[in-house]
């Protein structure tokens, strides 16, 4: 599809499927979701946290620094959006995404939805999609 981003959403689209984030020529990452509307909307809200904004989150990581996840309060993805450096990053990173370009397919069968972004992220080397256990 011709790219569109999350303010020019066309007004009919499919409900679930998967989505692509890009810049320029540059595709970054892949997800699905069973609302697809909502998702790309919940990646770049100012108010999102950093369980719905987490493309955002994983930018904001990278560009700060604070990479190592850890499991205890102090340093925890919700005290991160507290802290004096990485909060401001991960708004300024959620505006990015809202600017970034966005294509989207419709699949609503979960099995396939799973299928696709990780056939997706593998084919276009998507550097912030990962598919560890945590």
Known sequence: MKP???VTLP???PMAGIY???EKDCHLYVGRTNNLRR???NHCHPSSGHNSATFAFRLARE?????QPTYVSKGSRV???QHPV???EFLTQKKRVREMQVRFVEESDPMKQALMEMYVSVSLSTP?????NH
């Open 39 to 41: 998702r790309l909307q």
């Open 11 to 13: 007004r009919q689209m």
């Open 79 to 81: 005290s991160l959006q």
């Open 63 to 67: 560009l700060t620094g604070i990479v």
């Open 4 to 6: 569109v981003s999350v």
């Open 128 to 132: 912030h999609n990962d598919f560890d």
């Open 20 to 22: 692509l984030f890009s």
């Open 86 to 88: 990485f909060g401001p």
